[in-house]
């Protein structure tokens, strides 16, 4: 399938035109063909979803990205392509667009422009990376609530495992952490977890800096029972998790999210590993049931 360029300016189209017009359909399907081996009919058909989340995106008054430079939103939408991630508004969204002032001028003259760029979340960088063939897939993160059992330990080969029991019934709807399994290859099992105090350290770091405002953290810090929010905080500890592996390098125009600053913090745990063999004897739950 060839591009065709001709009679094509973006700036010439208004924001709710550009996604939709045929030179962009056959860039963002030539992408996906070419860049990620699809059959046209399937690149074609994820075309035609992420243009209708597109303009829904436009069209939220919110988002502002309607304000945004006319190259910008062309720009972010063929990131969907050469990501292959999803724009789908959701719980677990791979993806969204957002807009961002930047200084096209100089230090001492400053022109402020609004510009639209492709943000990956952390389930779209979960994606990313399990494609890159960094993991091989993350279980669910499990959530430790007041009264259960977790325990990380290593056993006489040095290798870590977590001694985990849920209390039930609850005693308590006080959320004190969470952790997650990771599973790599060559079938080596790593964990990472978040506990109170590194909760607390990053709800510190969710407040805006350098503002004269009195905006205070991230109200998900203290949505649940008065703590954190159970999948807000499962989101958390997959980004913890992912950063104990090697930084992602994006083709493109693409950011990861990074909504709090934490690299500046380091969360103290064993980096050992273990094998799939020895999940069995290794993660205790009720009956000593495997979770994974």
Same mark, same amino acid.
């Given at each position: 399938?060839?591009?065709?360029?001709?009679?094509?300016?973006?700036?010439?189209?208004?924001?709710?035109?550009?996604?939709?017009?045929?030179?962009?359909?056959?860039?963002?399907?030539?992408?996906?063909?070419?860049?990620?081996?699809?059959?046209?009919?399937?690149?074609?058909?994820?075309?035609?979803?992420?243009?209708?989340?597109?303009?829904?995106?436009?069209?939220?008054?919110?988002?502002?990205?309607?304000?945004?430079?006319?190259?910008?939103?062309?720009?972010?939408?063929?990131?969907?392509?050469?990501?292959?991630?999803?724009?789908?508004?959701?719980?677990?969204?791979?993806?969204?667009?957002?807009?961002?002032?930047?200084?096209?001028?100089?230090?001492?003259?400053?022109?402020?422009?609004?510009?639209?760029?492709?943000?990956?979340?952390?389930?779209?960088?979960?994606?990313?990376?399990?494609?890159?063939?960094?993991?091989?897939?993350?279980?669910?993160?499990?959530?430790?609530?007041?009264?259960?059992?977790?325990?990380?330990?290593?056993? @006489?080969? %040095?290798? /870590?495992?977590?001694?985990?029991?849920?209390?039930?019934? &609850?005693?308590? +709807? =006080?959320?004190?952490? $969470?952790?997650?399994?990771?599973?790599?290859?060559?079938?080596?099992?790593?964990?990472?977890?978040?506990?109170?105090?590194?909760?607390?350290?990053?709800?510190?770091?969710?407040?805006?800096?350098?503002?004269?405002?009195?905006?205070?953290?991230?109200?998900?810090?203290?949505?649940?029972?008065?703590?954190? @929010?159970? %999948?807000? /905080?499962?989101?958390?500890?997959?980004?913890?998790?992912? &950063?104990?592996? +090697? =930084?992602?390098?994006? $083709?493109?125009?693409?950011?990861?999210?990074?909504?709090?600053?934490?690299?500046?913090?380091?969360?103290?745990?064993?980096?050992?590993?273990?094998?799939?063999?020895?999940?069995?004897?290794?993660?205790?739950?009720?009956?000593?049931?495997?979770?994974?």
């Amino acid at each position: 399938m060839e591009t065709k360029t001709t009679n094509f300016n973006v700036n010439d189209l208004a924001p709710e035109e550009i996604a939709g017009h045929t030179h962009v359909k056959e860039k963002f399907v030539q992408i996906l063909i070419s860049l990620h081996k699809m059959q046209q009919p399937d690149a074609e058909s994820i075309y035609e979803k992420e243009l209708i989340y597109f303009r829904k995106f436009l069209a939220d008054p919110a988002r502002k990205l309607k304000d945004c430079t006319k190259i910008s939103l062309f720009s972010s939408f063929i990131e969907i392509a050469i990501q292959n991630l999803s724009i789908q508004d959701g719980s677990k969204s791979e993806a969204y667009l957002e807009s961002r002032a930047m200084n096209m001028g100089t230090a001492e003259n400053k022109k402020w422009v609004s510009t639209a760029r492709f943000v990956i979340t952390t389930y779209g960088e979960l994606n990313l990376r399990i494609r890159a063939g960094q993991i091989i897939r993350m279980s669910n993160p499990i959530v430790i609530y007041e009264g259960d059992t977790f325990q990380p330990r290593t056993n @006489d080969r %040095g290798i /870590l495992f977590i001694d985990y029991a849920p209390k039930i019934p &609850r005693q308590s +709807t =006080k959320i004190i952490g $969470a952790w997650v399994a990771i599973h790599l290859p060559g079938g080596m099992v790593d964990f990472k977890w978040l506990l109170e105090d590194d909760i607390e350290r990053l709800m510190k770091y969710s407040i805006p800096k350098g503002t004269n405002s009195d905006k205070g953290p991230n109200a998900l810090y203290k949505s649940a029972s008065g703590g954190i @929010d159970p %999948g807000f /905080l499962e989101t958390k500890t997959i980004k913890h998790a992912m &950063r104990a592996y +090697t =930084k992602l390098r994006l $083709a493109g125009t693409a950011v990861i999210e990074n909504e709090e600053i934490e690299e500046e913090e380091n969360f103290a745990q064993p980096a050992n590993t273990k094998t799939e063999e020895q999940i069995s004897q290794s993660v205790v739950i009720n009956q000593k049931e495997e979770i994974f």
